[in-house]
């Protein structure tokens, strides 16, 4: 994880002397992030409501990726992990507090999960590449839940790209972490991402089964001399992987907003491939490598607001800069593990 | 390095202080200020004042939903008068900064929003849109008449609707084909895709094609100069940008409002409330000028004129999206 | 006297590791030299140096006394070296001739091929050294031997005056390999100096002039073959004597009960269809039983059927296994007999690389309640601290060359990554062995110790079914020898009928 982190730092301090040719001071730039990131409990807030989007998407990468898949489509089953909360949620608008958040929940976790079924079932059964659909089903997520929001639970009281808006049963009112982060979009559900990588991790290192999906990812012929239902397995994994990108609804529909806002995903599900990359899909490094990706995308937009030269645009070469050196870096540990066979 | 850090900040506190005038935040949509349309418009208007008004102006650009609300609660913790926010989307986030800062001032375009320190500044894009739809009949040959939208979202419903009524109410038997560009935010600033769908549409017949895509207008442009057909412009007046090749454009006066309210702040006339722009103030209107005065005949104007001043006089009624789709 | 290739004090080193050090080698024009070492020894990495595909750290190399300097193997090609590799660089879907003018298209002037011209050029060639290849066939329709004999002369093309070839024996029947020296001979004849690397003494013995041994990265002794034995070679190779005698067979009496029992079977694979003859095959209690054959005539078939019986059908006959239908089980069933696969390819069937020891110590092994702790929810959790200990004791009981139970299994050498291998087979007490290329790509050392283990478990009981296109091995170790050819049971040798020819005749299809 130290080394991994390597590559974070050197795409960050590359970026950073990119703004000389802005005529802006690198290291005042550095302190702009650094303040954007922790400036003050709303500045954290905002940072760390990115870092639980990005735990969650990041855990769905390196859940399939463990088990030798590449999914390209945490942001579609987000999107649509997030459609079937709202949608449960406008549904039974009078269940009581903890129970209609569970409810919400475990829509948000199917939503994911059946939606990278499919893709799984194609890639197992039919031989078709999981890159190739899960990217084509972002597209078709994205249709879908632009549709359902649109046509069939538009907000009425609001000429935005919006669901309407879930009962208060479904807001957590007195939540602790959004009054110590000054009522920022950070919410209980950062309690939930850390959970979850935490358990992710004990799946992988203690339980028979996380050992067996690893097997299956690194080497399936073997995995199969072994007795192991390889493609069960992989079909299980890529559920998971969909079912933990569809907890962003936790962080955005539940947490946040309360209601499917159209392009509430700032890239979440592809951000999550560079935040797996970088914490090398080791669940626990995931947290940090998130943190420092929201910090990054939550500093990009105060780059534009105190600087004159650094403008949105340019802010993205900052983070593709730093996406780039992640990747650069992860591609020489891939090659380095293929290399050894 | 704190020493230098510690000058930064000092400059910086300077800078806020050593100008006294009036502080203008200006929080553009994800489009952005270069889409040569909506966005374009209000930072067009807000550039204005600052030249002419002599106001300190600041815009920045927002990169999702969620930072909005920081960007306007970073305004107004620098004690900015007035902080404008475009589009739709920003309407949660001034309802909600507004409340914990009732000393600044917050104006809003394309949003409705009652509270005391906000002005909502609309648009009755569907009387502008009834007016382009009906130069569209008049001026096309066929009876095919084309509309492309952004996202399928209700603002864009609005404009369509007006638009359809436009064009019927010119030639009733005219058939409209409605394309949108996707389905995510993605559709404003996809050019490429709106090009394929005029040609498209131009394939099958159409000869006028209005475009409501942002930044994407510029590939109906392009596809209109390549098959010598005909678009409307959305927003700002487009026309200069393929000259004989834009009818005309459906002007979305933001600059004007933009400015007014700047203005106004300017001058503590500063009133909250919903101030609505339609045909009657030329807060929407149609474009007209020397790249298209050649194609919009005199003909043509004559004939929209009296129709813009049947739906002034409210002898004509535009169906309005909003309230249709309102049960 | 000018020889042919002189090395000078070579020395590579891959970090701290010296693959090659202090490397003097010297062979004389128009002889055939052996190199031989075990895996790892260093020989390839020597003659790669001299190929040009690697840069030596330190040291000279001359060729017929004019010292050179390599920069690719192409420049190595152009002073008249040619080599054939162990796996073949041919391209399966092209024609021998298409295969052939791979080596000339990049240096033909004019961008354009005359066929007819090269095709009689090639014809030349092969006239010349007495090979037949069929020109305009599909090099996947071509044996192995025929593919080996392109080789050489793909080698040869480029007028060469020296050809190294890599380990040329591995995949080829004892006939090939005897029509291969014949034609080896021939070319020595010709004048061409020939070097070869290989691991079998027998054929260096046979084969070479001069023989150079390798151990360590050094060189340990140079021998000239007339004047030197097996014996001799073994130990200078391994640093220590060996023993090559055929194993006693002590024949104790067992229950006698067939572990396999198989009767007049055929079977067929639901998937691809395809079939497997194994008619009346058995292998009882205290025997280790070997099958013969060439690599890819139905072995693999085999070994999925005892593994994964639930993908396969019977034509006819019966399969019987531990006394019950085989046929009628899958594999979750099979893991509760005490039965165990060596893999043919370890990397490939029998580990994962990245992972390390202890994880591979499981592989296969982790439903099995020894290795588990129950938890509350009854969610099986692995019992790593157990398992590492049981990896450390194999480390060092099997005396397995390697820093810690952590280590990536990659890091270790084939012998050691054999038998940690073994070890996991064998820690579950299995009455029945299916051991498939059991030494494959294993230095001497770590081939004595497999081998005690399969001669002490016969001895207890077990029931080895071994697989393997080592001749030697098979006498050596079996009871009784099967040969397959072609997807199918070819025939049957007792101790006492063991003959090396009718093996070869058999693997090659002839009945």
């Given at each position: 994880m130290?080394?991994?982190?390597?590559?974070?730092?050197?795409?960050?301090?590359?970026a950073?002397s990119?703004?000389?040719?802005a005529?802006?001071?690198?290291?005042?730039?550095?302190?702009?992030?650094?303040?954007?990131?922790?400036?003050s409990?709303?500045?954290?807030g905002?940072?760390?409501?990115?870092?639980?989007?990005?735990i969650?998407?990041?855990?769905s990468?390196?859940?399939a990726?463990?088990?030798?898949?590449?999914?390209?489509?945490?942001?579609?089953?987000?999107?649509?992990g997030?459609?079937?909360?709202?949608?449960?949620?406008?549904?039974?608008p009078?269940?009581?507090?903890?129970i209609?958040?569970?409810v919400?929940?475990?829509?948000?976790?199917?939503?994911?999960?059946?939606?990278a079924?499919?893709p799984?079932?194609?890639?197992?059964y039919?031989?078709?590449?999981?890159v190739?659909?899960?990217?084509?089903?972002?597209?078709?997520?994205?249709?879908?839940?632009?549709?359902?929001?649109?046509?069939?639970?538009?907000?009425?009281d609001?000429?935005?790209?919006?669901?309407?808006?879930l009962?208060?049963?479904?807001?957590?009112?007195?939540?602790?972490?959004?009054?110590?982060?000054?009522?920022?979009p950070?919410?209980?559900?950062?309690v939930?991402?850390?959970?979850?990588?935490?358990?992710?991790?004990?799946?992988?290192?203690?339980?028979?089964?996380g050992?067996?999906?690893?097997?299956?990812?690194?080497?399936?012929?073997a995995?199969d001399?072994?007795?192991q239902?390889?493609?069960?397995?992989?079909l299980?994994?890529?559920f998971?992987?969909g079912?933990l990108?569809?907890?962003?609804?936790?962080?955005?529909i539940?947490?946040?907003?309360?209601?499917?806002?159209?392009?509430?995903?700032?890239?979440?599900?592809?951000?999550?491939?560079?935040?797996?990359?970088?914490a090398?899909?080791n669940?626990?490094?995931?947290?940090?490598?998130?943190?420092l990706?929201?910090?990054?995308h939550?500093?990009?937009?105060?780059?534009?607001?105190?600087?004159?030269?650094?403008?949105?645009d340019?802010s993205?070469?900052?983070?593709?800069?730093?996406?780039l050196?992640?990747?650069?870096?992860?591609?020489?540990?891939?090659?380095r593990?293929?290399?050894?066979? | 390095?704190?020493?230098?850090?510690?000058?930064?900040?000092t400059?910086?506190?300077?800078?806020?202080?050593s100008?006294?005038?009036?502080?203008?935040?200006?929080?553009?949509?994800?489009?952005?200020?270069?889409?040569?349309?909506?966005?374009?418009?209000?930072?067009?208007?807000?550039?204005?004042a600052a030249?002419?008004?002599?106001?300190?102006?600041?815009?920045?650009?927002?990169?999702?939903?969620?930072?909005l609300?920081?960007l306007?609660?970073q305004?107004?913790?620098?004690?900015y008068?007035?902080?404008i926010?475009?589009?739709?989307?920003?309407t949660?986030?001034?309802?909600?900064?507004?409340?914990?800062?009732?000393?600044?001032?917050?104006a809003?375009?394309?949003?409705?929003?009652?509270?005391?320190?906000?002005?909502?500044?609309?648009?009755?894009?569907?009387?502008?849109s009834?007016?382009v739809?009906?130069?569209a009949?008049?001026?096309?040959?066929s009876n095919?008449?084309?509309?492309?939208?952004?996202?399928?979202?209700?603002?864009?419903?609005?404009?369509?609707?007006?638009y359809?009524?436009?064009?019927?109410?010119?030639?009733?038997k005219?058939?409209?084909v409605?394309?949108?560009?996707?389905?995510?935010?993605?559709?404003?600033?996809?050019p490429?895709?709106?090009?394929?769908?005029?040609?498209?549409?131009?394939?099958s017949?159409?000869?006028?094609?209005f475009?409501?895509?942002?930044?994407?207008g510029s590939?109906?442009?392009?596809?209109?100069?390549?098959?010598?057909?005909?678009?409307i412009?959305v927003?700002s007046n487009?026309?200069?940008?393929?000259?004989?090749?834009?009818?005309?454009?459906?002007?979305k006066?933001?600059?004007?409002?933009?400015?007014?309210?700047i203005?106004?702040?300017?001058?503590?006339?500063?009133?909250?409330?919903?101030?609505r722009y339609?045909l009657?103030?030329?807060?929407?209107?149609?474009a007209?000028?020397?790249?298209?005065d050649k194609?919009?005949?005199?003909?043509?104007?004559?004939?929209?004129?009296?129709?813009?001043?049947?739906?002034i006089?409210g002898?004509?009624?535009v169906?309005?999206y909003?309230?249709?789709?309102k049960? | 006297m000018?020889?042919?290739?002189?090395l000078?004090?070579i020395a590579k080193?891959?970090?701290?590791?010296?693959?090659n050090?202090n490397?003097?080698?010297?062979?004389?024009?128009?002889?055939?030299?052996?190199?031989?070492?075990?895996?790892?020894?260093?020989?390839?990495?020597?003659?790669?140096i001299?190929?040009?595909l690697?840069?030596?750290?330190?040291?000279?190399?001359?060729i017929?006394?004019?010292k050179?300097h390599?920069?690719?193997?192409?420049?190595?090609?152009?002073?008249?070296?040619?080599?054939?590799?162990q796996?073949?660089?041919?391209?399966?879907?092209?024609?021998?001739?298409?295969?052939f003018?791979l080596?000339?298209?990049e240096?033909?002037?004019?961008?354009?091929i005359?066929r007819?011209?090269?095709l009689?050029?090639?014809?030349?060639l092969?006239?010349?050294?007495?090979?037949e290849?069929?020109?305009?066939?599909?090099?996947?329709?071509l044996?192995?031997g025929?593919?080996?004999?392109?080789e050489?002369l793909?080698?040869?093309?480029?007028?060469?005056k020296?050809?190294?070839?890599?380990?040329?024996?591995?995949?080829?029947?004892?006939?090939e390999?005897?029509?291969?020296?014949?034609?080896l001979?021939?070319l020595?004849?010709q004048?061409?100096?020939?070097?070869?690397i290989?691991?079998?003494?027998?054929?260096?013995l046979s084969?070479?002039?001069?023989?150079?041994?390798f151990?360590?990265?050094?060189?340990t002794?140079?021998?000239?073959?007339?004047?030197t034995?097996?014996?001799?070679?073994?130990?200078?190779?391994?640093?220590?004597?060996?023993?090559f005698?055929?194993?006693?067979?002590?024949?104790?009496?067992?229950?006698?009960?067939?572990?396999?029992?198989?009767?007049?079977?055929?079977?067929?694979?639901?998937?691809?269809?395809?079939?497997?003859?194994l008619?009346?095959?058995?292998?009882?209690?205290?025997?280790?039983?070997?099958?013969?054959?060439?690599?890819?005539?139905?072995?693999?078939?085999?070994?999925?059927?005892?593994?994964?019986?639930?993908?396969?059908?019977?034509?006819?006959?019966?399969?019987?296994?531990?006394?019950?239908?085989?046929?009628e089980?899958?594999?979750?069933?099979?893991?509760?007999?005490?039965i165990?696969?060596?893999?043919?390819?370890?990397?490939?069937w029998?580990a994962?690389?990245d992972?390390?020891?202890?994880?591979?110590?499981?592989?296969?092994y982790?439903?099995k309640?020894?290795?588990q702790?129950?938890?509350?929810?009854?969610?099986?959790?692995?019992?790593?601290?157990?398992v590492r200990q049981?990896t450390?004791?194999?480390?060092?009981t099997?005396?397995?060359?390697?820093q810690?139970?952590?280590?990536p299994?990659?890091?270790?050498?084939?012998?050691n990554?054999?038998?940690?291998?073994?070890?996991r087979?064998?820690?579950?007490?299995?009455?029945?062995?299916?051991?498939?290329q059991?030494t494959?790509?294993?230095?001497?050392?770590?081939?004595?110790?497999i081998?005690?283990k399969?001669?002490?478990?016969?001895?207890?009981?077990?029931?080895?079914?071994?697989?393997?296109?080592?001749?030697?091995?098979?006498?050596?170790l079996?009871d009784?020898?099967?040969?397959?050819?072609?997807?199918?049971?070819?025939d049957?040798?007792?101790?006492?009928?063991?003959?090396?020819?009718?093996?070869?005749?058999a693997?090659?299809?002839?009945?």
């Amino acid at each position: 994880m130290k080394n991994s982190l390597i590559g974070f730092f050197i795409g960050l301090a590359v970026a950073l002397s990119f703004t000389l040719f802005a005529g802006e001071n690198p290291i005042h730039i550095g302190w702009i992030l650094t303040k954007s990131a922790f400036g003050s409990p709303y500045d954290l807030g905002l940072t760390l409501y990115y870092t639980a989007g990005l735990i969650f998407t990041g855990l769905s990468v390196s859940v399939a990726f463990k088990a030798g898949l590449f999914n390209i489509g945490a942001e579609g089953q987000l999107l649509i992990g997030s459609l079937c909360a709202t949608v449960a949620g406008l549904l039974f608008p009078n269940l009581p507090f903890p129970i209609s958040v569970c409810v919400a929940t475990l829509a948000a976790i199917l939503g994911g999960g059946l939606w990278a079924l499919f893709p799984a079932w194609l890639k197992i059964y039919r031989g078709s590449h999981e890159v190739i659909v899960t990217m084509m089903m972002n597209l078709i997520a994205a249709g879908l839940t632009s549709w359902v929001i649109l046509k069939v639970i538009p907000n009425p009281d609001s000429q935005n790209p919006e669901s309407a808006l879930l009962s208060a049963n479904y807001i957590f009112t007195n939540d602790p972490i959004k009054k110590i982060l000054g009522d920022s979009p950070a919410s209980w559900a950062l309690v939930i991402a850390l959970l979850c990588s935490f358990l992710v991790w004990y799946f992988f290192e203690k339980t028979k089964w996380g050992y067996q999906v690893q097997v299956t990812g690194a080497n399936p012929f073997a995995a199969d001399r072994a007795g192991q239902p390889t493609k069960k397995l992989q079909l299980i994994s890529f559920f998971i992987s969909g079912a933990l990108a569809g907890g962003v609804a936790l962080v955005e529909i539940l947490g946040n907003s309360g209601q499917f806002k159209i392009g509430f995903s700032p890239d979440f599900g592809f951000i999550g491939i560079a935040v797996a990359l970088m914490a090398r899909n080791n669940p626990l490094g995931l947290v940090v490598s998130a943190f420092l990706m929201g910090a990054l995308h939550k500093g990009a937009s105060d780059l534009d607001f105190e600087t004159t030269t650094i403008t949105r645009d340019f802010s993205k070469i900052i983070q593709g800069t730093v996406i780039l050196f992640i990747s650069v870096q992860g591609y020489a540990w891939f090659k380095r593990k293929k290399g050894s066979k | 390095m704190i020493r230098s850090l510690l000058l930064f900040i000092t400059i910086l506190l300077f800078n806020s202080f050593s100008i006294a005038n009036l502080k203008v935040g200006l929080v553009l949509d994800k489009g952005g200020k270069d889409d040569k349309s909506f966005n374009s418009a209000a930072y067009e208007g807000a550039q204005k004042a600052a030249k002419d008004l002599k106001i300190e102006l600041k815009y920045v650009e927002a990169t999702d939903i969620n930072a909005l609300e920081n960007l306007h609660r970073q305004f107004a913790q620098k004690k900015y008068d007035l902080v404008i926010g475009i589009g739709f989307a920003q309407t949660e986030a001034i309802k909600k900064v507004s409340k914990q800062f009732p000393q600044t001032h917050f104006a809003l375009v394309d949003g409705e929003l009652l509270a005391p320190n906000v002005r909502c500044l609309l648009f009755e894009e569907h009387q502008g849109s009834f007016l382009v739809g009906a130069i569209a009949a008049l001026k096309s040959k066929s009876n095919k008449i084309g509309f492309i939208g952004g996202m399928d979202i209700p603002l864009i419903r609005r404009f369509s609707m007006g638009y359809v009524a436009g064009v019927k109410h010119v030639n009733p038997k005219a058939q409209i084909v409605e394309n949108y560009i996707g389905v995510t935010g993605e559709a404003w600033t996809n050019p490429a895709k709106a090009k394929e769908l005029a040609l498209s549409q131009i394939a099958s017949g159409v000869e006028v094609i209005f475009v409501a895509a942002g930044a994407s207008g510029s590939g109906v442009f392009d596809a209109v100069e390549e098959k010598k057909k005909l678009a409307i412009g959305v927003d700002s007046n487009q026309n200069w940008m393929r000259p004989g090749f834009i009818l005309t454009s459906m002007l979305k006066r933001v600059d004007l409002a933009v400015y007014k309210v700047i203005e106004d702040s300017l001058n503590n006339k500063f009133t909250s409330g919903v101030v609505r722009y339609g045909l009657n103030d030329k807060g929407v209107d149609y474009a007209l000028d020397q790249h298209n005065d050649k194609i919009l005949t005199a003909d043509i104007r004559s004939k929209v004129d009296d129709i813009k001043k049947k739906i002034i006089d409210g002898k004509i009624q535009v169906p309005d999206y909003y309230k249709t789709s309102k049960k | 006297m000018t020889y042919a290739v002189e090395l000078r004090n070579i020395a590579k080193f891959y970090g701290s590791h010296a693959a090659n050090e202090n490397v003097s080698l010297a062979v004389e024009t128009g002889h055939i030299h052996g190199i031989i070492g075990e895996n790892g020894a260093g020989k390839s990495t020597a003659v790669k140096i001299l190929f040009g595909l690697e840069k030596p750290d330190q040291g000279e190399i001359f060729i017929f006394g004019e010292k050179v300097h390599w920069n690719s193997s192409d420049e190595a090609m152009n002073k008249g070296l040619g080599m054939v590799h162990q796996h073949f660089m041919l391209c399966e879907n092209e024609s021998a001739l298409e295969n052939f003018l791979l080596m000339r298209e990049e240096r033909n002037f004019f961008g354009m091929i005359d066929r007819k011209k090269e095709l009689q050029k090639a014809e030349m060639l092969a006239k010349k050294f007495g090979f037949e290849i069929p020109w305009n066939e599909k090099v996947k329709n071509l044996s192995v031997g025929v593919q080996q004999r392109l080789e050489i002369l793909k080698a040869l093309s480029r007028n060469s005056k020296i050809l190294i070839l890599d380990e040329p024996t591995a995949v080829l029947t004892p006939q090939e390999i005897n029509e291969l020296f014949a034609q080896l001979r021939e070319l020595k004849k010709q004048g061409l100096t020939i070097l070869i690397i290989t691991h079998k003494l027998k054929e260096v013995l046979s084969l070479c002039d001069d023989i150079t041994v390798f151990q360590k990265g050094k060189i340990t002794g140079e021998f000239k073959s007339d004047k030197t034995n097996i014996k001799e070679l073994a130990e200078k190779m391994v640093g220590r004597e060996i023993s090559f005698e055929k194993r006693p067979l002590h024949k104790k009496n067992f229950s006698n009960a067939n572990k396999i029992e198989l009767s007049n079977l055929e079977i067929q694979n639901q998937k691809n269809k395809s079939t497997l003859k194994l008619k009346n095959f058995n292998v009882a209690s205290g025997e280790i039983v070997g099958l013969a054959g060439v690599e890819g005539n139905g072995q693999d078939l085999f070994i999925h059927f005892l593994n994964r019986p639930e993908n396969w059908s019977a034509v006819q006959g019966l399969a019987k296994i531990f006394g019950q239908n085989w046929l009628e089980k899958n594999i979750r069933e099979i893991q509760n007999f005490p039965i165990s696969f060596f893999p043919e390819d370890r990397l490939k069937w029998g580990a994962v690389s990245d992972f390390d020891l202890t994880k591979n110590f499981v592989l296969g092994y982790e439903n099995k309640n020894v290795f588990q702790k129950k938890s509350f929810l009854n969610i099986p959790l692995m019992d790593w601290n157990l398992v590492r200990q049981k990896t450390l004791d194999s480390i060092k009981t099997d005396h397995i060359d390697a820093q810690s139970p952590e280590s990536p299994f990659s890091s270790l050498s084939g012998g050691n990554q054999q038998k940690l291998v073994v070890a996991r087979e064998l820690f579950h007490n299995p009455q029945l062995i299916i051991a498939s290329q059991p030494t494959r790509g294993v230095d001497v050392g770590a081939i004595e110790l497999i081998h005690e283990k399969l001669i002490h478990l016969q001895e207890c009981g077990a029931s080895i079914l071994l697989i393997s296109s080592e001749m030697d091995e098979l006498i050596k170790l079996s009871d009784r020898i099967y040969v397959i050819s072609k997807n199918e049971i070819v025939d049957h040798l007792l101790r006492n009928e063991f003959d090396a020819s009718r093996i070869g005749a058999a693997m090659g299809g002839a009945r």
